[in-house]
């Protein structure tokens, strides 16, 4: 089993920030991907920022210069770093990763951490 576990959300006022936090755990033999998406209230989750494996990164627009993604591989943990926040990135945040458990695995899977509340406020 995988496990992915976050941490670090909260209430921040405009223009305040936020660090996010997954740490994945469990029978992992590579992670081809790890990242964050979000989902505000009425609306479809979406990609905020993603590690892959090569290093390169992709950020939503919405969220470029604002935030960053970093990891740190002998922890298998993820960071968001989110500066300069905004009233419309209150949502809940999934940290996901797509993971193969051996290298047997055909294709890699997904896996989801069970989210955190970010909340701005004006």
């Known amino acids: 089993q995988v496990q992915l576990v976050e941490s670090g959300g909260g209430l921040v006022q405009a223009g305040g920030s936020l660090r996010l936090s997954c740490t994945a755990s469990?029978?992992?033999?590579?992670?081809?991907?790890m990242g964050w998406y979000r989902q505000g209230s009425g609306e479809q989750r979406e990609l905020v920022a993603v590690?892959?494996?090569?290093?390169?990164?992709n950020y939503a627009d919405s969220v470029k210069g604002r935030f960053t993604i970093s990891r740190d591989n002998a922890k298998k943990t993820v960071y968001l770093q989110m500066n300069s926040l905004k009233p419309e990135d209150t949502a809940v945040y999934y940290c996901?990763?797509?993971?193969?458990?051996?290298?047997?695995?055909?294709?890699?899977?997904?896996?989801w951490g069970q989210g955190t509340q970010v909340t701005v406020s004006l």
């Open positions: 469990g029978s992992i033999y590579r992670s081809n991907a």
């Open positions: 996901n990763a797509r993971i193969k458990r051996s290298p047997f695995d055909p294709v890699a899977y997904d896996y």
């Open positions: 590690f892959h494996s090569g290093g390169s990164t």
